[in-house]
């Protein structure tokens, strides 16, 4: 199947952002034909300035293929690198109608936290759809946060294809179930909006001292301790193999231990799980030719799939042919 998703370049990934998506991402390249792409059009929308967005984009482009994203399996590229995406993006604003992007909880929650609306953050969706519907893709893997967002991608193309003719693929989400789960410093869903987030790739003695100071309850070192449902023994088993979860949870019911000896398990497990991505993620970072030659490659094979989609688009609705 074709497979599509962005991720947003608007700060660093955090252990949430890598067990509740990313590793799904990478998970998909395998067996399907998959599209990610750094979404820096999105970003525009509140990152409003140009180092800092360019910054985050290639840091962003490092981060996954540190990670796994295989350019040979997947195809990587910066969303403004295909403009085809934006000219189809005006296509499905003339048919979207006002009500349907008012009812978007992203757009009123950025809102009534204070963000100033700009036309963009309105019309995001939109954007949104274009990115999905130019590549024909049939699954879109995101967060539970996204689902409207997809909503509103199915709408738009079935209203397109309803008036103009079949011309888009209608998609469906995917959602991964992980994505509630991962649980920051303060035991709340780690977020990188909440101050509670542990980064991917900080430098490990920051990380470390930030994992022991990861909030606890009070109860005493004897006693013992049903392991489900603590945030410890949560973000523990986001690393650990199961022989090594096991052997955690026998220690919770059995009691006597003291939560530094956890924590100190997942700095531990952390460490090992993110080496080799790290020591990727550096040498990479050493050859910005070579990204660039990857997102470039990437960049191609996009525009050449959303130049058919869009020239299908053109015709179907008459602005060409
Ligand atoms: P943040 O909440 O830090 O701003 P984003 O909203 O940018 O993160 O999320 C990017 C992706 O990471 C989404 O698919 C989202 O579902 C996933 N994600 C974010 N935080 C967590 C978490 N704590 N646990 C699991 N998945 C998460
Ligand atoms: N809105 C998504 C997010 O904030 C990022 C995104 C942009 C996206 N375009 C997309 C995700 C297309 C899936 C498909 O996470």
Not at 82 to 90: F, G, K, M
Not at 118 to 132: E, H, K, M, R, W
Not at 182 to 203: C, L, Q, R
Not at 308 to 317: F, T
Request: charged share 25%.
């Amino acid at each position: 199947m074709r497979v599509l998703s962005g991720i947003q370049p608007t700060g660093r990934p955090h252990w949430g952002n890598y067990f509740g998506a990313i590793r799904q991402y990478i998970d998909l390249q395998n067996g399907n034909e998959a599209y990610y792409f750094i979404a820096n059009l999105h970003a525009l929308t509140t990152v409003r300035d140009a180092a800092q967005l360019r910054q985050n984009s290639h840091d962003a482009a490092l981060d996954l293929l540190a990670l796994g994203l295989d350019p040979n399996r997947a195809t990587l590229f910066v969303q403004s690198d295909v403009p085809e995406v934006s000219e189809l993006c005006w296509l499905l604003m003339s048919g979207a109608s006002m009500g349907l992007l008012e009812r978007c909880v992203s757009y009123k929650d950025k809102v009534s936290k204070g963000l100033p609306a700009n036309v963009g953050l309105f019309t995001y969706p939109v954007l949104q759809a274009a990115d999905i519907l130019s590549y024909d893709a049939e699954v879109v893997p995101v967060g539970q946060d996204q689902v409207q967002h997809i909503e509103v991608c199915r709408d738009l193309a079935q209203s397109f294809n309803h008036h103009f003719g079949e011309t888009f693929v209608v998609p469906k989400p995917r959602v991964l179930e992980a994505s509630a789960k991962v649980p920051g410093t303060d035991g709340e869903k780690m977020s990188k909006s909440y101050d509670n987030a542990i980064e991917i790739f900080e430098p490990l003695k920051p990380q470390r001292k930030k994992i022991m100071r990861i909030t606890t309850d009070s109860r005493p070192m004897e006693e013992a301790k049903e392991p489900e449902g603590d945030h410890l023994y949560q973000l523990f088993a986001c690393f650990a193999e199961p022989p090594a979860l096991a052997e955690m949870a026998a220690m919770y019911r059995r009691g006597g231990f003291g939560y530094g000896e956890v924590k100190k398990a997942i700095a531990d497990a952390a460490e090992q799980y993110f080496a080799e991505p790290r020591a990727k993620r550096e040498e990479l970072a050493a050859q910005p030719e070579k990204v660039a030659e990857i997102l470039a490659d990437g960049a191609s094979r996009a525009r050449k799939k959303a130049g058919e989609v869009l020239l299908r688009a053109q015709m179907a609705c008459g602005v060409k042919g």
